[in-house]
């Protein structure tokens, strides 16, 4: 039996506001850091990534993670689980994607273009940003 079509997306999660000097990463699939970045004065960081769309909506890809039958979502680690080892903190912030508009998706793989997902990097009382954090804006940047 042939596998579901999918199409290629491209994601861009902005953290606006992070704490400056503290290293935010994507997940790799392995768990790891993966382009690790920090804020001097707390300038927006960005992260793109390709993942894969199939019908329903389902999504694969190395940045993809799992809760349940439908929950799929992407972690950004934050200071000592982005590779700081000197960070006083140790956090994750998981942004759901399974909700993602389906109309959002099919005009993005069918332009090429990137959907483009704001967070807030910095929590109410001043420290960074942990556990599920809801977009800001979700928005398709055309090429």
């Not at 970045?37 to 990534?49: A, I, N």
């Amino acid at each position: 039996m042939p596998a579901p079509a999918q199409a290629l997306v491209k994601l861009r999660m902005i953290i606006d506001s992070p704490v400056a000097g503290v290293a935010y990463s994507l997940q790799a699939k392995d768990g790891t850091p993966l382009d690790p970045k920090s804020s001097r004065e707390g300038e927006p960081l960005v992260f793109d990534f390709p993942v894969r769309v199939g019908p329903g909506p389902s999504f694969f890809g190395d940045q993809v993670r799992r809760e349940g039958p439908e929950r799929r979502f992407v972690y950004i680690r934050v200071g000592q689980l982005a590779g700081d080892p000197a960070s006083p903190w140790s956090r994750r912030i998981k942004i759901d994607i399974h909700d993602i508009d389906e109309d959002l998706l099919d005009r993005a793989a069918g332009t090429g273009g990137v959907i483009e997902t704001r967070i807030t990097g910095t929590a109410n009382d001043g420290t960074p940003s942990c556990a599920t954090v809801r977009p800001m804006v979700r928005r398709l940047v055309e090429r």
